[in-house]
């Protein structure tokens, strides 16, 4: 029986510098997984290759419910189920918010239905107290850092992918949109949505039931445990949690 997402040593690379070694890691479907390490050690990389990024070499086999995507072009990818949730979104002037969204999901599922597209984001859009002005904006301009979030949280339940990596989605966020993206991800969650957060906070992890710690250090996995390993990391530090690794 498949892994629902697998990863078999995974190495990639920016043209001869090695970013990412042997990396290996499973998700069981259903769950909300961590990835956190120090600043600059490799977890956006780690989400751009899987999401398929131009710029990024790889290596290795990715398996989401058994098929291989690492051979899939970036909307391939999307439309097996895949969802990246950036950490400094683009703005993109000219277009709406919700010309945006509507385009996507057309392009993710195939067709739309206007009438239950717009109930659902409707409703999305109040459980994350959002104003329905927000829609007529065009996409991330002016938007404050607690805003962007919010956007890629939208996406995130109203696309409802099999699978999440969201980027650093509490980078920037006061307490009160912290709580409202952490509801997102938990109701996502609910929906069926696996989830993988990147981050190298705790603060987050106050808001959501994690099953999943994983630490990133040399390229690789260096040490994997439950919520209580983040625990350990926000007092003590890597230095610390990795000295016994």
Same mark, same amino acid.
């Given at each position: 029986?498949s892994?629902f ?5 995974l ?13 290996n ?6 769950t ?10 490799g977890?956006s990389?780690l989400a751009? /290759? ?5 710029? !990024? @070499?790889? $290596? ?13 072009? +970036?909307?391939?990818r999307?439309?097996?189920g895949?969802f ?5 979104p683009? $703005? ?5 918010? +919700?010309?945006?969204?509507? @385009?996507? !999901?057309k /392009?993710l599922?195939?067709n739309?239905? !206007? ?9 999305w859009m109040?459980?994350?107290n959002i104003?329905k ?5 065009y996409? #991330?301009e002016?938007f404050?850092?607690? $805003?962007?979030?919010k956007?890629?949280?939208l996406?995130?339940l109203?696309f409802?992918p099999?699978l999440a990596i969201?980027?650093?989605p509490?980078s ?8 409202i993206?952490? @509801?997102?991800i938990?109701k996502?969650r609910?929906?069926?949505?696996? &989830?993988l957060?990147?981050?190298?906070? @705790?603060?987050?992890?106050?808001f959501l $039931?994690v ?5 990133? #250090?040399d ?12 625990e350990?990391i926000e007092?003590?530090?890597y230095?610390? &949690?990795?000295?016994? /690794?």
């Amino acid at each position: 029986m498949s892994k629902f997402f697998e990863i078999k040593n995974l190495k990639v690379s920016i043209g001869d510098k090695n970013i990412i070694s042997d990396l290996n890691l499973t998700l069981d479907k259903g769950t909300i997984s961590t990835i956190m390490g120090k600043n600059g050690i490799g977890k956006s990389t780690l989400a751009y /290759a899987i999401m398929g990024h131009p710029l !990024y @070499q790889t $290596e290795g086999e990715v398996f989401l419910e058994g098929t291989e995507i690492l051979s899939l072009p +970036v909307h391939k990818r999307a439309q097996t189920g895949i969802f990246l949730g950036f950490q400094h979104p683009i $703005e993109v002037p000219g277009v709406t918010v +919700v010309k945006f969204l509507q @385009q996507a !999901y057309k /392009a993710l599922k195939g067709n739309i239905d !206007y009438t239950k597209f717009q109930k659902s984001l409707s409703e999305w859009m109040e459980f994350l107290n959002i104003d329905k002005s927000f829609l007529y904006r065009y996409l #991330n301009e002016g938007f404050s850092g607690g $805003e962007k979030k919010k956007l890629e949280t939208l996406q995130l339940l109203l696309f409802n992918p099999k699978l999440a990596i969201l980027d650093e989605p509490d980078s920037g966020l006061d307490v009160d949109a912290l709580k409202i993206v952490g @509801q997102g991800i938990k109701k996502a969650r609910e929906n069926g949505t696996t &989830v993988l957060l990147i981050t190298h906070y @705790q603060k987050l992890l106050d808001f959501l $039931e994690v099953d999943k710690v994983f630490v990133l #250090n040399d390229g690789k996995i260096a040490i994997e445990g439950d919520k209580s390993l983040a625990e350990t990391i926000e007092k003590h530090g890597y230095d610390f &949690v990795l000295a016994k /690794a």
